[in-house]
């Protein structure tokens, strides 16, 4: 059962911007962004946690990248703005809902959480 499924990739240029969506099947109590180039690291772009929408957004986009969450629509965001050919990457969201995952949502300690559940991934590709 897919659990998450993200949508709104695509190819811009330099300073463009693009929305990226993540519909979750329900509601997890934390949930984060998190992007992903071919042979490096994955990396932690932003995080959000649901109950009182704290959000956590890495150095490398702040200012640039912003998280929020419907929760009507059971639907995460990204909505990044002056996209560089560095942001280039698969985007994936994550999500989560352990004691320990909701204890550190939306903070800097978001790497202490362990994600189990991720959604397939969404193409970003920015050219100069």
């Known amino acids: 059962q897919v659990q998450l499924m993200e949508s709104g990739g695509g190819s811009v240029q330099a300073g463009g911007s693009l929305r990226l969506s993540c519909l979750a099947a329900r509601l997890f109590g934390c949930k984060a962004w998190f992007r992903q180039v071919a042979g490096k690291e994955r990396e932690m772009v932003a995080t959000v946690r649901i109950a009182d929408n704290r959000t956590y957004t890495a150095d490398s986009v702040k200012g640039r990248f912003f998280i929020s969450h419907d929760n009507a629509k059971r639907t995460l965001y990204l909505q990044m703005n002056n996209l560089q050919p560095e942001d280039t990457a698969m985007y994936f969201c994550?999500?989560?809902?352990?004691?320990?995952?909701?204890?550190?949502?939306?903070?800097?300690?978001?790497?202490?959480?362990?994600?189990?559940?991720w959604g397939q991934g969404a193409q970003v590709t920015v050219s100069s």
């Open positions: 994550a999500a989560d809902e352990t004691f320990a995952a909701m204890t550190v949502c939306g903070t800097d300690r978001i790497g202490q959480a362990k994600f189990e559940k």
